[in-house]
């Protein structure tokens, strides 16, 4: 016997053991198989995309006020001059008309911040009225609507980032050139056919040379990557707007999907009268500039 103590006591115990083993081997292994996504084993029910839109707009959910109503804007209305959150307010008593949205440092610090007050029903129609314009414009105006876009995003022309590509082809190529020349010269310096001095003085103008190129090597890839994300967010962006050009009124999902921030600016008065402007951040483009979409005939 390989263990001098065996006994049928030990046996059993062995036995337990030998169960007690396979049994948290096998919880260990149904945990691992629950908790362990596999990807690509069969065509997934809904896109990537849209999946990830979901998770974010539950992340973004808040709980109801005890007036028991909520607002699709909640999470996405920023105050323009401090940066921070403005904050739905309503109650029992309030009339949908009279819930409102405030900056949150007002509220909290007083005047450290100004209200930047506005009113529910008058973000929405604000909102509602921008989206609808870019959707009717995008589907009317394609071309000009990616004109002023690529413009603003600074998208160079396919001539341009070819241009780009060939100077960072060259620039790799003289990379791994300076570092065969700078084998040759060590070897060379080893042998004795060059002194030390000159050894120095000609690695050190091979490292400056390096350097330089390596920065321009860096700074170039990243504008051909940028270039590239930019192309890719502007057509995403068209797409989404595509699927909207039907749409009736303004739903949560919809303003989640196509807006990113809406930044709520100080009320002024003219003329006696209450004017109030907010800018909004679309997803993928940023901010859209209608006053120069409007110059259609300037393009």
């Not at 337990?16 to 292994?29: D, G, K, T, W």
């Not at 004109?147 to 620039?171: H, S």
């Not at 400056?208 to 700074?219: M, S, W």
Request: charged share 30%; hydrophobic share 35%; proline share 1%.
């Amino acid at each position: 016997m390989k263990n001098p103590t065996f006994s049928r006591f030990t046996h059993c115990n062995s036995v337990f053991s030998f169960a007690l083993n396979n049994f948290i081997s096998a919880f260990f292994a149904c945990i691992f198989f629950i908790y362990t996504r596999f990807y690509g084993t069969h065509e997934a029910i809904i896109d990537q995309d849209v999946f990830d839109k979901v998770q974010e707009i539950r992340q973004q959910r808040h709980r109801m006020t005890k007036a028991g109503r909520s607002s699709m804007f909640s999470g996405l209305v920023y105050c323009a001059d401090c940066g921070k959150r403005l904050y739905f307010y309503t109650c029992k008593s309030f009339e949908r008309r009279q819930d409102y949205f405030i900056c949150s440092t007002h509220r909290m610090h007083g005047d450290k911040c100004g209200a930047h007050f506005i009113r529910a029903v008058v973000l929405e129609e604000l909102v509602w009225a921008h989206i609808k314009t870019v959707i009717s414009y995008v589907t009317c105006h394609e071309a000009h609507f990616r004109a002023v876009i690529e413009r603003r995003m600074k998208l160079n022309t396919e001539d341009a980032v070819q241009v780009r590509k060939k100077r960072l082809k060259k620039v790799e190529q003289r990379i791994r050139e300076l570092d065969q020349m700078f084998i040759r010269l060590y070897e060379d310096n080893v042998k004795g056919r060059i002194s030390d001095d000159r050894f120095a003085m000609m690695s050190k103008t091979y490292e400056d040379e390096q350097a330089q190129l390596k920065a321009e090597a860096d700074t170039l890839r990243q504008e051909i990557e940028a270039q590239a994300q930019n192309e890719v967010d502007l057509e995403s962006f068209i797409e989404k707007v595509r699927k909207y050009s039907d749409l009736q009124e303004l739903t949560p999902y919809a303003l989640r999907e196509l807006v990113k921030g809406i930044y709520v600016e100080a009320p002024v008065e003219i003329d006696g009268k209450r004017h109030q402007n907010i800018r909004i951040q679309y997803d993928f483009v940023g901010f859209i500039p209608m006053d120069e979409l409007n110059r259609q005939d300037s393009v």
